[in-house]
T-cell receptor, first 116, second 115 residues
Framework: DVKVTQSSRYLVKRTGEKVFLECVQD?????MFWYRQDPGLGLRLIYF???????EKGDIPEGYSVSREKKERFSLILESASTNQTSMYLC???????????????FGPGTRLLVL | KQEVTQIPAALSVPEGENLVLNCSFT??????LQWFRQDPGKGLTSLLL?????REQTSGRLNASLDKSSGRSTLYIAASQPGDSATYLC??????????????FGKGTKLSVKP
């Protein structure tokens, strides 16, 4: 079974703090993704990576950065946390396109972040 | 820009009823369409994946159809059970530039099945 783990289920931080959210997958997947999920807005893609040290902006990258130093690990960084970054953060991984078919994404359990 | 819409936003049914959840999308140039389930406070679990060349997929009591030309998909749940209560998300797989396929999500249908 594919396993995607996230470092914390719940996190409380202060405005202005630097926040690291870690995601690890154990299936040697090429692609990894960070989403945030908010009521009424659904899931929105923040950043994704299709290879080590590669990163691409998603729909809402402002205020975030990412790091992918190893294939299995994809980190989301909030450089200076703000209250509007209070949200549920979901990480996902995927093998991408295999034999011409786009494979599904496997999601972690999520991190609920509260910024005070 | 691809937009994915799910109707209804919420649905409450008595146990045993058959039900249909709807998903529509604006751009038919998709790789695939997926249905996910999300329990409260949890991550997403993939239920069914329909490739763009396929018309439907079945898994147990679930059947998903895809009509790419009209930009529609339905998720049919037979003989609903209280354990089916969750939010169901529809997502279309797209190819953006050099990406390896990104998902565009609808906002979900929150299903409640009453005993």
């Amino acid at each position: 079974d594919v396993k995607v783990t996230q470092s914390s289920r719940y996190l409380v931080k202060r405005t202005g703090e630097k926040v690291f959210l870690e995601c690890v997958q154990d299936m040697d997947h090429e692609n990894m993704f960070w989403y945030r999920q908010d009521p009424g807005l659904g899931l929105r893609l923040i950043y994704f990576s299709y290879d080590v040290k590669m990163k691409e902006k998603g729909d809402i990258p402002e205020g975030y950065s990412v790091s992918r130093e190893k294939k299995e690990r994809f980190s989301l960084i909030l450089e200076s946390a703000s209250t509007n970054q209070t949200s549920m953060y979901l990480c996902a991984s995927s093998p991408g396109i295999v034999r011409g078919m786009l494979e599904t994404q496997y999601f972690g359990p999520g991190t609920r972040l509260l910024v005070l | 820009k691809q937009e994915v819409t799910q109707i209804p936003a919420a649905l409450s049914v008595p146990e045993g009823e058959n039900l249909v959840l709807n998903c529509s999308f604006t751009d038919s140039a998709i790789y695939n369409l997926q249905w996910f389930r999300q329990d409260p406070g949890k991550g997403l679990t993939s239920l069914l994946l329909i490739q763009s060349s396929q018309r439907e997929q079945t898994s147990g009591r679930l059947n998903a159809s895809l009509d790419k030309s009209s930009g529609r998909s339905t998720l049919y749940i037979a003989a609903s059970q209280p354990g089916d209560s969750a939010t169901y998300l529809c997502a279309v797989g797209m190819n953006y530039g050099g990406s390896q396929g990104n998902l565009i999500f609808g906002k979900g249908t929150k299903l409640s099945v009453k005993p």
